[in-house]
């Protein structure tokens, strides 16, 4: 299941990374919080209640990423999307890209992953 591969991702390799927001960190009640994996392949945001952020998909070194929802409660997943990072292109400079989220309807919290896609 996919609770269960997230929590097979090693604890060492999880960096903290706030800066992966771009807007929507917090609330006056909540904190939301980030990591990344150490080679930048992944992260994951964790959403404390229903709200909207915008996410630096740039932090996530490969040209795409599959974004998918997962609710902590019951480990429900949903589709989120693919989208282009803006990384490895041709370009010389990569082209920073964000993305809103919000958490699903009827949710209280959600984890949102991003796996890099080649």
């Known amino acids: 299941s996919r609770p269960a591969e997230l929590a097979q991702r090693p ?7 706030q800066g992966l927001f771009a807007a929507g960190v917090s609330s006056e009640r909540t904190l939301n919080a980030a990591v990344r994996g150490a080679d930048s392949t992944w992260a994951m945001i964790y959403l404390a209640s229903q709200c909207h ?3 630096h998909l740039d932090k996530v070194l490969t040209p795409r990423v599959q974004a998918t929802f997962i609710n902590p409660a019951t480990g429900e997943e949903q589709d989120a999307g693919t989208y282009a990072t803006g990384n490895c292109t041709e370009r010389v ?10 958490t699903p ?14």
């Not at 604890?11 to 990374?17: A, H």
């Not at 400079?93 to 919000?102: D, H, L, R, S, V």
């Open 93 to 102: 400079f990569p082209q920073g890209q964000t993305q809103w989220f919000a």
């Open 53 to 55: 952020v915008l996410i």
């Open 11 to 17: 604890w060492w390799d999880r960096v903290p990374d």
């Open 105 to 118: 309807g009827h949710w209280e919290d959600a984890a949102l992953v991003l796996d890099g896609i080649a």
